[in-house]
C-alpha cells in the first residue's frame, strides 16, 4: 500500500524510517510520510498509536533512533545548535493543553517568542498582542488575564494567537479540539484554516476527532502500532477502503483494530 | 536468587548515573552565565523571590535563634562563673553557623519547594516543550537566572540574619540575663572577626546554589502529574536540606581545620 503522500517536486517535510523506542515499547517503526507545502495534514491514530511522538521528533523535542526528518529539503537531524534555533523561529505548535506560561500574562505569552528574541519592545508586543488576538476572536481586554482566569476554549485560541504571533511557515497542532464542546471545536477548527491560509503556511494536527480532521486537513495519514498505514485525501476518511481507517474514523467498535485488541 | 553483591553495584552505577546527571546539569546551566541573551528580568524575579521574600521568615528565626542561644549558654556558663563568654559565643555561633545554616534551611523549605512545584508543573503541562518550540532554551530561561538569583540573594539574607541573631541575643542578655548594652556589644565586636563573617557568607552563597540547583533539578525531570510534582517538590526540599547540612562540614573544615 502506498504509504506517501504524492508530493511534486520537494515537500515541505519529509520523514523516512523514523523510529523511537523507548525502553522495550517501540513507539514509532519505520514512520514514512511526505507532507506538501501550504497545506494541512492530518495525522491520525489511536491513543499510543505514535502521532504525538512523531510530532515531537519533528519538533526536536524527542531525538529519534533511526531515520530522517528532512523541511524544505535539509536534514534536520544534522544541524547544529544554531541552525535548528532558526529552523524553530518559522515553526509554530498549539499544544493540547495549550500550555500557556502561567507565569505571564495572556499578552506576553501570545508575544512570547517576539519579546525572548527582542525583535519588539514591550510596548509593541501589547498591541501586537492585540492585533493577534483580535485575529483569533479575542478582546485585546483578555491580553492583560492570567491563562489561570481563561476559560478551556479561550486558553486554545490563546494558544493558536502565540503559534501565529511570529508568523511562522509551519504550524503544528496537538489535539486542538480535545476537551472543547462541538460548537467551540468547530470554532477553533474554523480560525485554524483561516489563520493557515492567511499565512499560508503548510499546517500538521493530530488528532481523533474526526469531523475536526475533515475541516482542517486537506490530506490525512493514519499511524498504526507506530508505523503510517494509510495516507489520502481528508475528504475521503471514513471511505478510503482502507479496514483499518475506515473503522477509526467511523468509530466502529467491530473491526481489524479491535480483533488485534482481544487476541 | 537474589545477589546481594550485584544490587549493591546496581545502586551504585545508579547513584553514580545520578550524579553525574546533575553535575552536567549544573555545568549547562553556568554556561549560559556568559552566552546572551541573558533574561534580566526572569534573574529580577527571582531575585526578589529569594531575598525580599524570604526577609520575615528568615529574620523571625535569626531573631530567635539568637535569643535562644543566648539563654541557653548563660544556663551552661553561669556554672562556671563564664557568663561573660555568652556574648561571644553568640556572635561565633551566629556568623559561622547559625546563621547561614538556619537561613538556607528556611530557603530551602521555602524555594526550594516552590522551583521544583513550578519548573515541575511547568514540565508536566509541556510549558517547557513550548519554550523550545518558540525558540527559548528552558535551561537558559528556567535554571540560570534562578541559580544565579540564589548564590546572590542567600548572602544578603544571611548577613540579615547575622545582625538580627546578635541582636536578639543582645536583647536576651539585656533585657532578661542583666548583661550591660554597651559591655555586651563591645565584647561582641572585639570578638568578632572578618573570617567568621566571610566563611558565613561563603557558604550561603554555596548554600544557595545548592537549594535553587536541587528545586530545578527535580523539578525539570519530574514526571506523572500531580502525584510527579509533589514528589520532585518533597525531593528538593529533603536533598538540598541534607547537602546543607554535609556542605556546612565541609565548608568548616576547610575555614577552620587547625
Known sequence: MDTKAHVDGVPKIRLRGLSKAFGDKKVLDGVDLDIRAGHGMVILGGSGSGKSVTIKCILGLIQPDAGTIEIDGRDVLAMGRREREELNDRIGMLFQNGALFDSLPVWENVCFKLLAQKRITRGAARDKAAEVLAQVGLAASVGDLSPAELSGGMQKRVGLARAIAAQPDIIFFDEPTTGLDPIMGAVIDGLIVDVVKRLGATAVSITHDMASARRIGDDAAMIHRGKIVWTGAAAALGNTGNPLVDQFARGEREGPIQMELRR | ?258
Open chain 2, 1 to 258: 536468587m537474589l545477589n546481594p553483591v550485584a544490587a549493591i553495584g546496581r545502586a551504585v552505577l545508579s547513584a553514580c548515573r545520578e550524579v553525574g546527571a546533575l553535575v552536567l546539569f549544573a555545568l549547562e546551566a553556568l554556561s549560559h552565565l556568559l552566552r546572551p541573551p541573558f533574561y534580566a528580568r526572569q534573574f529580577l524575579r527571582h531575585l526578589a523571590e529569594i531575598a525580599y521574600f524570604s526577609l520575615p521568615v528568615v529574620a523571625l528565626t535569626a531573631i530567635f535563634t539568637g535569643m535562644v542561644l543566648a539563654l541557653q549558654s548563660y544556663t551552661g556558663f553561669v556554672r562556671f562563673n563564664a557568663e561573660g563568654a555568652v556574648a561571644n559565643v553568640v556572635v561565633l555561633s551566629i556568623t559561622r553557623e547559625l546563621g547561614p545554616v538556619i537561613a538556607s534551611l528556611m530557603v530551602a523549605g521555602r524555594i526550594g519547594a516552590s522551583f521544583a512545584a513550578e519548573i515541575g508543573t511547568m514540565r508536566v503541562t509541556d510549558q517547557i516543550d513550548a519554550l523550545t518550540t518558540l525558540s527559548t532554551n528552558p535551561m537558559k530561561y528556567l535554571v540560570t537566572p534562578r541559580l544565579l538569583a540564589g548564590v546572590i540573594a542567600l548572602p544578603f539574607l544571611v548577613a540579615v540574619a547575622d545582625i538580627l541573631g546578635v541582636m536578639g541575643g543582645w536583647l536576651i542578655g539585656t533585657t532578661k540575663l542583666g548583661f550591660n548594652s554597651a559591655g555586651y556589644l563591645k565584647a561582641t565586636l572585639d570578638f568578632l572577626e572578618v573570617i567568621d563573617v566571610v566563611s558565613g557568607l561563603v557558604k550561603a552563597a554555596v548554600f544557595g546554589f545548592v537549594i535553587t540547583l536541587m528545586g530545578c533539578w527535580c523539578g525539570y525531570y519530574s514526571k506523572g502529574g500531580a502525584q510527579g510534582v509533589g514528589a520532585a517538590t518533597t525531593m528538593a526540599v529533603v536533598s538540598s536540606s541534607i547537602l546543607i547540612l554535609a556542605l556546612d562540614y565541609v565548608l568548616t573544615e576547610m575555614f577552620f581545620a587547625q
